[in-house]
C-alpha cells in the first residue's frame, strides 16, 4: 500500500464516457490523486475540454476518441494504452445512454442500442481490460451501474434491464478474476444533476419527486461520485471486489 491513503501516483486509468456527467468527475478526481487518466469518448473536442481542465489544474490526462460499441477500436485503444504506459491498472466502464419512451413505442432496435452501450461495451472493455491485468497480477475494473437495478420507473426499461445486467456481470467478474488480484466492483448512482438527465432536471414535477423521494432532498453533483470511484481503485478497497457501491443521497434505503 502507499503512505498515501487513496493515493493514485503512478496508476494508469482509462475512463469510458469521460467527456461530461459522472465519467469526467471521476477522470478529474483519479488525476487529482495523481493517476495519469485516458479520457475516452467519441467527441474530440468535448474530450479535449476535461483534458485541458485537468491540465489546468496540475493533473495527467490524454485522449482517446472511440465509440465504445466499436470492438476493434476499444481493443486498438488498450493496445496503445499498453504500449505507450506499460500497463493499465484501472478500467472504468462508465459510458452509457439512456431512452425513454413507452413500451408500445419502444423498437427492438432502441432496446438493442441500449444494451450494446450499457452492457456488451462494459463486458469487451472489461475482458480486454482483464486481459491486459493478468500479467501483472493487479487491476481495478469499475463498472457504472444505477439505482435502477434495484427500483424501476416508467419508460426507461432497456436501461434498466442493461444495469440490472450490469450489476450480475460484477458479481460474476468479481469471482472469476479474484484469484488475479483484480477487483471488480459498481458504482449504483441515484439521481445526479448530469447532461443525461437535463429533461428531468428542468422538469418542475420530477424535481418535486426527487425532493419528496431521496432523504437528502436533493440531487447529487457529479463530483459527488468522485470519492466513492476513488476508494474503489485505491489500495484502501484491495478486499472489496463483487461490490455495489449505491451513491443515491439514501434514496434505496427509504420507504
Do not use: C
Not at 452492457?119 to 463498472?143: K, N, Y
Amino acid at each position: 500500500m502507499t503512505d498515501q491513503p487513496f493515493s493514485l501516483a503512478g496508476r494508469i486509468a482509462l475512463v469510458t464516457g469521460a467527456s461530461r456527467g459522472l465519467g469526467a468527475a471521476i477522470a478529474e478526481r483519479y488525476a487529482r490523486a495523481g493517476a495519469l487518466v485516458v479520457l475516452n469518448a467519441r467527441d474530440a473536442g468535448a474530450v479535449e475540454i476535461v483534458r485541458a481542465r485537468i491540465a489546468a489544474a496540475g493533473g495527467r490526462a490524454e485522449a482517446a476518441v472511440f465509440d465504445v460499441v466499436d470492438e476493434a477500436a476499444q481493443t486498438a485503444a488498450l493496445d496503445d494504452i499498453v504500449a505507450r504506459h506499460g500497463r493499465l491498472d484501472i478500467a472504468v466502464a462508465n459510458a452509457g445512454i439512456q431512452h425513454r419512451k413507452p413500451l408500445t413505442e419502444f423498437t427492438t432496435d432502441d432496446f438493442r442500442r441500449v444494451v450494446d452501450v450499457n452492457l456488451t461495451a462494459v463486458w469487451t472493455l472489461a475482458r480486454e481490460a482483464a486481459r491486459r491485468m493478468l500479467p501483472a497480477r493487479r487491476g481495478r475494473i469499475i463498472i457504472t451501474g444505477s439505482i435502477s437495478a434495484m427500483l424501476a420507473r416508467p419508460t426507461i426499461h432497456a436501461y434498466i434491464a442493461s444495469k440490472g445486467a450490469v450489476h450480475a456481470l460484477t458479481r460474476a467478474l468479481a469471482v472469476e478474476l479474484a484469484p488475479h488480484n483484480i477487483t471488480v466492483n459498481a458504482l449504483a448512482p441515484g439521481f445526479f444533476a448530469t447532461e443525461m438527465n437535463t429533461a428531468l432536471t428542468q422538469n418542475a414535477d420530477f424535481n418535486a419527486f426527487v425532493a419528496r423521494s431521496v432523504p437528502m432532498a436533493r440531487w447529487g453533483e457529479p463530483a459527488e461520485i468522485g470519492g466513492p470511484a476513488l476508494f474503489l481503485a485505491s489500495d484502501e478497497a484491495s478486499f472489496v471486489t463483487g461490490h455495489i457501491l449505491t451513491v443515491d443521497g439514501g434514496m434505496t434505503s427509504a420507504m
